[in-house]
T-cell receptor
Framework: NAGVTQTPKFRVLKTGQSMTLLCAQD?????MYWYRQDPGMGLRLIHY???????AKGEVPDGYNVSRLKKQNFLLGLESAAPSQTSVYFC??????????????FGEGSRLTVL | GNSVTQMEGPVTLSEEAFLTINCTYT??????LFWYVQYPGEGLQLLLK?????DKGSNKGFEATYRKETTSFHLEKGSVQVSDSAVYFC??????????FGQGTRLTINP
C-alpha cells in the first residue's frame, strides 16, 4: 500500500534555485495539503486543494506555488528558494473535509535545505 | 486564532511506565481535538480524536479526554512499550480545512 508518496525525500538547494516537490496519493482522495514543519513549531499549512484543478492558500503561502492538474498529484513549487524555506515538508490527503473527519493521511516528509 | 500548546520534550521513560503528554488549546467554541503520532521514518497518522466536550478518544492503549473546563486534551497510556517511541502531535480543527498542530513531543521509551 503506497498511500501518500513524496519525492524527493531530501534536497539541498542554493539560494535562488527553483525546485518542485511532488506528492502522489493512490487513495482517490479529493483533498490534498502541503505543510511545513520547523523546529519548535507545529506543522503550518502552506496550500491546499479541495479537488482536481483547484488550489487555495493556507497559513504561510508566500514563496510557494502549487498545482493540482491530476487528482492524484499535488505539486509544490519554489520559484526562487530562500534560506527561510529550509524545512521539512509534509504532504497529506483526505477523503473528506478535515472538519468532518479530522483524518489526514501523511507522506513521510521531504527535507529541504537552502544554502 | 486557535492554537495548541504541548508540553516541552523530549520525554524519556522506561518500559511499562505511565505516560502523560500535556496538551492545552485556545479556541473559539469547541473544536474537535486530535492526537497524531509520527513513528521514525514514517508520516504522521491519526492516533485518536474527540469531537465534543467530555468525549474520550482511545486507541492502541492511549486515551485522551476533551476537557472544556481546563481546555485540555492530555494524552495518557498506562504502560508504555519501546514501540511507542515516536513524536506525538496534538491538533485541533479550525474552519473546514485547517488542522492546527502543536509543536510535537518526542517520546523515547527505554527497555
Amino acid at each position: 500500500n503506497a498511500g501518500v508518496t513524496q519525492t524527493p525525500k531530501f534536497r539541498v538547494l542554493k539560494t535562488g534555485q527553483s525546485m518542485t516537490l511532488l506528492c502522489a496519493q493512490d487513495m482517490n482522495h479529493e483533498y490534498m495539503y502541503w505543510y511545513r514543519q520547523d523546529p519548535g513549531m507545529g506543522l503550518r499549512l502552506i496550500h491546499y486543494s479541495v479537488g482536481e484543478g483547484t488550489t487555495a492558500k493556507g497559513e504561510v503561502p508566500d514563496g510557494y506555488n502549487v498545482s493540482r492538474l491530476k487528482k492524484q498529484n499535488f505539486l509544490l513549487g519554489l520559484e526562487s528558494a530562500a534560506p527561510s524555506q529550509t524545512s521539512v515538508y509534509f504532504c497529506a490527503s483526505s477523503y473528506d473535509r478535515p472538519a468532518n473527519t479530522g483524518e489526514l493521511f501523511f507522506g513521510e516528509g521531504s527535507r529541504l535545505t537552502v544554502l | 486564532g486557535n492554537s495548541v500548546t504541548q508540553m516541552e520534550g523530549p520525554v524519556t521513560l522506561s518500559e511499562e511506565a505511565f505516560l502523560t503528554i500535556n496538551c492545552t488549546y485556545t479556541a473559539t467554541g469547541y473544536p474537535s481535538l486530535f492526537w497524531y503520532v509520527q513513528y521514525p521514518g514514517e508520516g504522521l497518522q491519526l492516533l485518536l480524536k474527540a469531537t465534543k466536550a467530555d468525549d474520550k478518544g482511545s486507541n492502541k492503549g492511549f486515551e485522551a479526554t476533551y476537557r472544556k473546563e481546563t481546555t485540555s486534551f492530555h494524552l495518557e497510556k498506562g504502560s508504555v512499550q519501546v514501540s511507542d517511541s515516536a513524536v506525538y502531535f496534538c491538533a485541533l480543527i479550525q474552519g473546514a480545512q485547517k488542522l492546527v498542530f502543536g509543536q510535537g513531543t518526542r517520546l523515547t521509551i527505554n527497555p
